[in-house]
């Protein structure tokens, strides 16, 4: 900002922006859409504007605490439960974020089709944080306007001047490069082969995923769950197990993207398809999933996604880490997260409950997600646990029963 006085303006690009031609120069307007109807109000004119999008929104309460471990109360009320609630189905989970999705869009091409020389959105972190958007997950940003995430206290300052028609003048530029890539997903896989000839080729899973979002390097979305899952498997390779069933770990890519490219991917290739419930063969030879994708914090048990014949096989593997507060069970359903592509086609899919940290209050999406708020100790204690639950999962008898098979999509 070079009026009414000099700002360095704290931004970030969003998420595959296009670059501006050259340096980007006037006074911003504000605009804010809430409904179609609003397009209206501001037709014609936005062209070579610089727009700020959206207003200014309330502060978090700021005598909660910014880090936090689940309560012993919390944990109880959460085995509790009797209802999984939703999402219960794969389309259930992915509902709400298209409909997100085909808003965003139509305001972005709105933008764009009114000539907008650059856009401006407030963080959604109200911390002072940088955070990437949750709702522009869309890598086809063909023609798009350039887009900045502002820091809200900054963004709230010009937003305030702008409001009481001060003379604002800024400037901005972005150059940016683009590779050519495809929707598949690249994953990271590897296995300890199983050594039982009748059940060797069935499978447990550990996973996490290791694609992130520009801000930071995302060291708790999510290389730390991505560690937890290489490290349940290091111990195992140096304590020598020779598991009966294969236990085999994977990284996924595209989990930050719309439809989960890696796992939904895997899934397709490997399980089947869930929009027509085509199942292949392997689908027959798979026991369990277990998910690690929510930050540093200990895992304090697991989501069963409406699998209540799951319940006491977990109870007895998680029996010995009661010391350790690892042991809570939940019929709950969970979603936002890759062990729905597998739940997708009624597969035994369990996402880990950890402490929250300061996950949504500081890291997650931000640009603060980076190694030094890891936890070490935390991040072992739920390695430990995985490790021992992959080792048990591969060597019972039976594979981890199976809820009823989803219903195709309609």
């Not at 708790?220 to 349940?232: I, K, L, Y």
């Amino acid at each position: 900002m070079l009026a009414p006085y000099y700002l360095r303006i704290n931004a970030i690009p969003k998420a595959w922006s296009p670059g501006t031609t050259g340096i980007v120069a006037g006074t911003p307007v504000l605009v804010t859409i809430r409904g179609d109807s609003d397009f209206v109000r501001y037709r014609g004119k936005l062209r070579g504007r610089i727009v700020m999008n959206g207003p200014i929104a309330l502060p978090r309460n700021r005598f909660d605490p910014p880090a936090r471990r689940w309560t012993d109360a919390e944990l109880d009320s959460l085995s509790r439960i009797t209802d999984p609630g939703e999402p219960r189905t794969y389309w259930e989970d992915a509902e709400g974020f298209v409909e997100g999705l085909a808003r965003r869009k139509r305001i972005d091409d709105f933008f764009r089709d009114e000539g907008a020389a650059a856009l401006l959105e407030p963080s959604r972190n109200p911390n002072a944080l940088l955070s990437s958007s949750h709702i522009s997950y869309a890598t086809d940003r063909t023609g798009a306007v350039p887009a900045f995430v502002v820091a809200r206290e900054q963004y709230d300052a010009v937003l305030r001047l702008v409001e009481r028609q001060r003379p604002v003048r800024l400037e901005l530029s972005l150059r940016s490069r683009f590779t050519q890539t495809d929707s598949l997903g690249y994953n990271i896989v590897a296995e300890i082969p199983g050594t039982d000839p009748r059940i060797g080729t069935e499978f447990v899973m550990v996973v996490g995923h290791f694609d992130t979002w520009q801000a930071a390097v995302g060291a708790t979305d999510n290389a730390a769950g991505s560690a937890v899952a290489m490290e349940a498997i290091r111990i195992l390779k140096t304590l020598g197990v020779n598991p009966r069933r294969t236990i085999r770990i994977a990284l996924w890519d595209g989990e930050e993207q719309e439809d989960y490219f890696g796992s939904m991917g895997y899934v397709k290739r490997h399980y089947g398809d869930p929009e027509p419930m085509r199942l292949l063969p392997e689908h027959a030879n798979f026991s369990a999933y277990f998910n690690v994708d929510h930050g540093t914090g200990r895992i304090r048990g697991f989501s069963l996604q409406g699998n209540a014949a799951a319940r006491p096989i977990l109870a007895a593997f998680l029996e010995p880490f009661r010391d350790l507060g690892a042991t809570t069970l939940t019929i709950r359903n969970d979603g936002s997260t890759d062990h729905m592509a597998f739940a997708s086609v009624g597969l035994p899919a369990f996402n880990s409950i950890q402490d929250e940290i300061d996950y949504e209050t500081k890291t997650h999406h931000t640009s603060l997600d980076f190694a030094n708020y890891l936890i070490e100790d935390d991040l072992k204690q739920a390695a430990v646990v995985m490790a021992s639950l992959l080792y048990h999962t591969a060597m019972r008898d039976e594979r981890m029963p199976r809820t009823p098979l989803p219903q195709p999509k309609r």
